[in-house]
């Protein structure tokens, strides 16, 4: 809580509590463990740390939410946490809005030193209809949502007669052959692929996969080879 009305420490506000806000909030509470003067607050979104690698693992229900969240109030016992959306930050006036709960309830929150630790948000490259209809993959929700869709399209195509719909909706097109677009479209093959059965309308032929990359070899960061060893072993798994 912020007292206005107390006279007040050196104050660090932290914005985002991501990797970058998390582990400087964290390397800051050890640097001033004993140091009284200074209060450090972390403004972020949502009451916990997501660890974003494992993404792709919720959204193919590989593994539980508790998995891959980490309450941020019991990561960080010095550091304030103050859930709420930053709205504006006002650099020469040393001072940051943001507005937290139901209400949207606004607060002005005074600051010495601040950390811009916001992330980043997709680029959807002006595609026309993209950013309206794809379901992106950042958030937790977005997994959540992902894996909701899926299951969607599964129930729907195995009672749909027209075959053109019924393809439609079997066809899922993961876009970005990157890190995160590789290992999305194998838990996604994965998923759909182990969940057929239990469908007695559908088959695995009539299911299409497809990873839809802009380069001639999917993940550029690993090297042409280990990138054309990714693709094969995702087209053997039908991808
Ligand atoms: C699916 C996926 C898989 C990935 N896999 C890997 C991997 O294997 N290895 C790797 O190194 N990197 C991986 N990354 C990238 C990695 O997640 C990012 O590089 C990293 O999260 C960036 O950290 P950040 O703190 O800058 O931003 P983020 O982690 O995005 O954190 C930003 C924080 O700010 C909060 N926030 C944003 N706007 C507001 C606002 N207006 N008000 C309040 N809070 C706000 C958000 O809620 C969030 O808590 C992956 C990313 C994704 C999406």
Same mark, same amino acid.
């Given at each position: 809580?912020?007292?206005p009305?107390?006279?007040r ?11 970058g806000?998390?582990y400087a909030?964290?390397?800051?509470e050890?640097?001033?463990a ?10 972020s ?13 919720i959204?193919a229900?590989?593994?539980e ?5 980490n309450p941020?109030r019991k990561?960080?016992?010095?550091v304030e946490?103050?859930?709420?959306e930053v ?5 020469p ?5 943001i507005?937290?709960?139901?209400r949207?309830h606004?607060?002005e929150i005074?600051?010495?030193?601040l950390?811009?630790?916001l992330?980043s948000t ?5 595609i ?5 209809l794809?379901?992106?993959m950042?958030?937790?929700r977005?997994?959540?949502?992902l ?14 007669? &027209?075959?053109?719909? *019924?393809q439609? +909706? ?5 876009? =970005?052959? #990157?890190?995160?677009? /590789?290992?999305? %479209?194998?838990?996604? &093959?994965d998923f759909? *692929?182990?969940? +057929? ?5 559908? =088959?695995e #032929?009539?299911?299409? /996969?497809v990873? %839809?990359?802009?380069g001639p ?5 690993l ?5 054309r060893?990714?693709?094969k ?5 039908? %991808?």
């Amino acid at each position: 809580m912020i007292d206005p009305d107390k006279p007040r420490k050196k104050r660090i506000v932290i914005l985002g509590g991501g990797f970058g806000g998390v582990y400087a909030a964290i390397h800051l509470e050890k640097l001033l463990a004993r140091v009284d003067a200074v209060e450090i607050f972390l403004v972020s979104q949502d009451n916990f740390f997501l660890f974003t690698p494992m993404l792709h693992e919720i959204a193919a229900s590989d593994l539980e939410i508790t998995n891959i969240v980490n309450p941020l109030r019991k990561l960080l016992r010095k550091v304030e946490v103050l859930v709420g959306e930053v709205n504006e930050i006002d650099l020469p006036n040393k001072r940051v809005l943001i507005s937290r709960g139901y209400r949207n309830h606004s607060q002005e929150i005074d600051y010495d030193h601040l950390v811009i630790a916001l992330g980043s948000t997709t680029n959807f490259y002006d595609i026309p209809g993209l950013a309206d209809l794809a379901v992106p993959m950042k958030s937790l929700r977005d997994a959540i949502q992902l894996r909701a869709q899926i299951l969607r399209h599964l129930e729907e195509a195995n009672f749909e007669c &027209n075959s053109a719909e *019924r393809q439609s +909706l079997l066809t899922f097109v993961v876009a =970005g052959g #990157g890190f995160a677009g /590789v290992e999305t %479209v194998a838990a996604l &093959n994965d998923f759909v *692929r182990d969940a +057929l059965p239990f469908y007695p309308n559908l =088959g695995e #032929g009539m299911l299409r /996969v497809v990873l %839809v990359h802009s380069g001639p070899v999917i993940l550029p960061e690993l090297g042409e080879s280990l990138g054309r060893h990714t693709q094969k072993v995702l087209k053997g798994r039908g %991808v």
